[in-house]
């Protein structure tokens, strides 16, 4: 029992009427609950004469009684659509969903003699009857919807283990995550992506995660390495800068480089470790790998070092690179030069995770050009903001991604794999107008 209390709610063939159901019967047990009271003692003390009963209720008190339960009813539906309107969704979710399965027919039926008057002798005709409907179950927890469903190695299995596109478009949700457990597959789906949306004063970076949505974090130290990709009027400056300072909240140390010298190579008059010349950016970056290898050595000569233990275990602070305009610095370097600077990147992505050394870097396009090597893999957290073209979008999660792209004109809008190849829609933090990064990371760098 416990088990089946935690899938959620049973869809079922009767559940095609769902909505219809839900409203009729709360609608008329409210009315009845309102109506009723006025008329007890009458109903109580009066014999049942038709006559009788029509002259009540036509009445003067009876018309009255019944205008001030139906303005009852009125104020019941006002007040359940405000304030129980997610219930309200739930129901319309599990009407969808009994039927998608009815009409795509993704169940069984057989023939059974209908009945008649006479129990001994039959009327000869034959009516359809469901013997197997799939089991699915609907549950929504803390803005997530879980929906699993059973798998059971029968003709319709392929359709049920591939309900990704059609639970998002229909549903009008993002896929989470995808799970397979035992005879069941769970579909975890952020529900009301827009309301998950959070502001820039939530962003908390603790035991290595960052926060970003509600229910979607950053777990740098399991899946280290940012991506972002997107263009002019996308949000993607103003979601760095607030990376940035959720980030200086914490003990970590940050390494800025800027290479157009725009709104991040402005945080130099503030903190320190913000470059935005060539050759300053290839001293950080050289900095940068060299204090990795350093820590990789100096962690094994550790007292309470532990095989598989990361650099958190023993107490040291995260240092993060964050690189903006990526292709744009590439573009400045001579051929050796790129050689170098992807040699040590490559190195970056690949042996950071455990020295706690990790790469946030950002460009309007993720060009194979400049991320070649199977480095662009090792970004395990990617973000694409704004406008972008499916090739760009190909480029940033996989030219085989099976996903529906649709842009809506919100800034901060995108969309985000977070690693574990599943992609969904993103709202960066939202930062107020009088909201002054240079204000606070001033403070907090000091």
């Known amino acids: 029992m416990k088990t089946f209390r935690k899938r959620g709610k049973r869809i079922r063939a009767s559940d095609v009427s769902l909505v219809f159901q839900f409203v009729f019967f709360r609608l008329v047990g409210v009315w009845l609950a309102s109506f009723i009271p006025f008329h007890l003692s009458f109903l109580l003390s009066t014999t049942w004469q038709l006559d009788l009963f029509q ?40 009407q969808k969903l009994a039927k ?29 009857k469901i013997s197997h409907f799939p089991k699915m179950y609907y549950r929504l927890e803390k803005g997530l919807l879980h ?19 059609k639970l998002e478009s229909g549903l009008y949700c993002e896929l989470v995550s995808k799970e397979l457990h035992d005879s069941f597959v769970e579909y975890i789906l952020l529900y009301d992506t827009i309301n998950s949306r959070i502001s820039i ?20 130290d399991k899946l280290p390495h940012m991506l972002i990709a997107g263009g002019t009027g996308g949000g993607k400056t103003y979601f760095i800068l607030t990376l940035i300072e959720a980030l200086l909240k914490t003990d970590a140390k940050l390494y800025i480089l800027d290479p157009k010298n725009a709104d991040l190579a402005d945080l130099a008059t503030v903190m320190p470790n ?21 820590r990789s050595e100096e962690m094994k000569q550790m007292p309470n070092y532990k095989i ?13 690179l964050v690189f ?34 990790f790469l946030i870097l950002a460009c309007q396009r993720p060009d194979a050009k400049y991320l070649g090597d199977g480095i662009r893999d090792q970004f395990n957290f990617r973000v694409a903001l704004g406008r972008m073209s499916e090739l760009g979008y190909g480029m940033m999660f996989g030219s085989d991604v099976q996903k529906q792209f649709f842009l809506k004109q919100i800034k901060g809008r995108g969309y985000v794999d977070k690693g574990d ?25 000091q």
């Open 201 to 220: 004063n939530e962003v908390i970076a603790q035991n290595g995660s960052l926060k970003l949505m509600d229910a979607m974090y950053w777990e740098y």
């Open 55 to 94: 002259a009540h209720f036509i009445s003067r008190y009876g018309l009255i009684s019944l205008v001030i339960s139906l303005v009852m009813v009125a104020c019941y539906i006002f007040v359940y659509y405000r304030y129980r309107y997610d219930r309200i969704r739930q129901v319309i979710h599990r």
């Open 100 to 128: 998608m399965i009815m009409e795509n027919g993704w169940y069984e039926t057989k023939q059974v003699q209908s009945g008649s008057f006479f129990k001994d002798i039959p009327n000869g005709k034959a009516k359809d």
């Open 421 to 445: 190849n599943v992609i969904s829609e993103f709202y960066t933090p939202l930062v107020p107008k009088e909201h002054d990064f240079l204000n606070e990371i001033a403070k907090l760098a």
């Open 308 to 320: 598989g233990e990361n650099y958190a275990y023993l107490g040291l602070s995260p240092h993060f």
């Open 274 to 294: 913000v470059y935005y010349k060539k050759e300053d950016m290839m001293m950080c970056i050289d900095q940068f790998y060299a204090d990795m290898m350093a």
């Open 147 to 165: 929906i699993q469903t059973e798998i059971t190695l029968g003709k319709y299995q392929e359709q049920l283990l591939n309900l990704e596109n």
């Open 324 to 357: 903006d305009e990526y292709v744009a610095f590439m573009e400045m370097l001579a051929s050796k030069e790129n050689t170098l600077v992807l040699t040590k990147l490559k190195q970056i992505v690949m042996l950071g995770r455990q020295a706690g050394f």
